[in-house]
């Protein structure tokens, strides 16, 4: 195993991390306050409970986890495609580094700053709102799984992308509208009968749905679907990124 | 020990738009010396040098360094390699410390601040080490680039085009660096379309183009095959024209009738010249001096690839 190498990665994109500090974590933390402020504070005082949690409260966990979708896609494409895009590529290409090294490296940096963001929009959330959290170490893995399994996915974009539009197309066109109707502001049981069987199909409902279970026991689907869809999806994103990395598709001639 | 630091055989390499770039390459690069691939644009020299380090995917064929194979023991083999690549690619927003720094990690090396230190001084970037890369000169950019290259302390080094686009001063500063790599018994493997600078510092040449190598040679050899010589004598008189009796050695003579130019080969023991001036005296022509010049590299080289 290079450590070396995968110390250098890591360092290097946790570098580039703390020298956008305005862009990675205040605008994350401020959209997430002005959340609050506008569906916990003002629209929110005028919904009811949900499930017996103030709304406030239930829009915690939906939060957090649209935040660290978003940043963890966002973290892990850039650090890919930024080497791809201005060259310095043929450096990581041409080092005695194995494929698993350099997911350590991209994977495990975007995947920590994501786990950071959580952690701090969770601590700006205390400062507006009342929270419980029953199961700290269960929302502590779904925190690591989710930002792990995206940041893979997102380093799958960044390998995929050759240029900086459709770099954004896939966080703007899918993930987004994927994370909006996954039940980050509302439950799915409050859905027509309809819609919530359509909403099935949307994988961010069971990551969002679990990791509210873990604040609060309640879910719209059982703990064990939604672990189970978050490991398939984590297993689906190693293979395909493996395959990538392996054959060099869109990295190498 | 194989004299050979690395050994290419039969490497085949078709681009996804089916373009051959490399045909069944048969290579042999000696430890220790200053090897000069030349070709024109797109012969496949940075596709060879790419294909060598990991960085394009060949279709056929052998890559050996030191003994090694770059796909199975791609980790020895790349560890032992640096690269300078033709463009100035690397992070902007990087300061000139930590990039090189950077490189040496990735390479598994641990942080040894007083190599990059030396490595930084040597190439006159000391003083640069805190500046962000966006900040340098073309040319500051380029040596940047050599340090990051030796930042793991390669044993094969590779130049791709290295000097374009600096200048004069730098270009012999950089030369200067080339040859005290040499001198540690780095390997040196250069592309350049300078020909003067690979006819002063490469101790054999290859030629490449549309994907073949043409000829492999030692630098001195090559110039005395290939070479040819040019006899040119004065005239004391200007001529009209070549006279016919002197048709058989293929004179030709300058605009102003004034140089009568012999074109031979060095390498004959009968190259023709003594003939030649006894049937100049036997015509009545006289000439007031005599001089001859080898062809240059350059030259050597535009022969071997124009278009047949």
């Known amino acids: 195993m290079n450590l070396n190498a995968v110390n250098a990665i890591y360092s290097f994109e946790m570098a580039r991390w703390w020298r956008t500090l305005a862009q990675s974590i205040a605008a994350p933390v401020i959209s997430t306050t002005l959340y609050f402020v506008v569906f916990g504070a003002a629209i929110g005082s005028r919904i009811s409970e949900i499930n017996g949690i103030g709304y406030g409260s239930f829009i915690v966990p939906g939060l957090i986890m649209l935040s660290v979708l978003q940043e963890s896609i966002a973290n892990a494409s ?7 895009y201005n060259g310095s590529i043929y450096e990581i290409l041409s080092a005695p580094i194995a494929t698993v090294e350099i997911l350590l490296g991209f994977v495990g940096a975007a995947a920590s700053k994501s786990i950071m963001l959580g952690l701090l929009i969770l601590a700006t959330a205390y400062l507006f709102v009342p929270i419980t959290i029953h199961h700290p170490l269960l929302m502590f893995l779904f925190l690591v799984f989710t930002s792990v399994t995206f940041s893979l996915f997102g380093f799958m974009i960044g390998v995929w992308a050759d240029s900086f539009e459709k770099l954004q197309i896939v966080p703007m066109l899918i993930m987004t509208p994927l994370t909006f109707l996954g039940g980050s502001f509302y439950s799915i049981s409050m859905l027509p009968a309809v819609w919530q069987k359509i909403s099935m ?6 990551l969002i749905s679990g990791f509210r279970w873990s604040f609060y026991e309640s879910a719209d689907v059982a703990l064990g679907v939604s672990l189970f869809m978050i490991t398939i999806f984590l297993l689906a994103c190693l293979v395909l990124v493996r395959w990538m990395l392996i054959t060099g598709y869109r990295l190498k001639n | ?8 055989q039969n490497l085949t390499k078709t681009y996804v738009d089916k373009l051959q770039a490399l045909k069944n390459i ?30 394009v995917n060949p279709r056929g064929g052998k890559i050996l360094v030191d003994g090694f194979d770059v796909i199975k023991d791609f980790r020895m083999t790349r560890s032992l390699i640096g690269l300078v690549p033709q463009e100035l690619t690397t992070d902007v927003f990087e300061t000139v410390w930590d ?6 990690g990735l390479f598994g090396k641990s942080p040894d601040h007083a190599y990059v230190e030396q490595t930084l001084k040597q190439l006159s970037l000391w003083d640069k080490k805190n500046n962000k890369i966006m900040t340098l000169s073309g040319g500051m950019k380029r040596r940047v680039m050599i340090a990051k290259a030796l930042s793991h302390e390669p044993r094969v080094l590779f130049l791709d085009e290295p000097t374009a686009g600096v200048d004069v001063s730098l270009r012999k500063d950089m030369w200067d660096k080339v040859r005290a790599l040499k001198e540690t018994g780095v390997t040196i493997i250069l592309t350049t379309h300078y020909l003067d600078e690979a006819e002063e510092m490469a ?18 050899a090559l110039m005395k095959e ?5 006899l040119t004598l004065d005239l004391k008189s200007p001529l009209k024209a070549v006279p016919v009796p ?3 050695w293929k004179l030709s003579l300058n605009a102003e009738g004034t140089q009568l130019i012999y074109t031979y080969d060095s390498t004959k023991d009968d190259n023709g010249i003594a003939e030649l001036l006894s049937g100049l005296s036997a015509a009545g022509i006289h000439y007031k001096d005599i001089h001859t010049d080898q062809s240059s590299l350059e030259e050597i080289f535009i022969q071997l690839v124009k278009p047949t």
């Open chain 2, 203 to 220: 101790d054999r040449i290859a030629v490449i183009n549309h994907g073949e190598i043409i000829v492999t040679e030692k630098k001195t």
């Open chain 1, 201 to 206: 199909l949307n994988p961010v409902v069971y």
């Open chain 2, 226 to 230: 290939l070479g040819r010589k040019l």
């Open chain 2, 26 to 55: 048969n290579l042999e690069i000696h430890r220790g010396e200053i090897f000069a691939l030349l070709g024109p644009n797109g012969a496949g020299k940075t596709t060879l040098i790419n294909a060598i380090c990991g960085i």
């Open chain 2, 1 to 8: 020990m194989s004299p050979s630091i690395l050994s290419i």
């Open chain 2, 246 to 248: 002197l048709n058989r």
């Open chain 2, 99 to 104: 990039t090189v720094n950077f490189s040496r």
């Open chain 1, 78 to 84: 850039f650090g890919i495609y930024f080497p791809k």
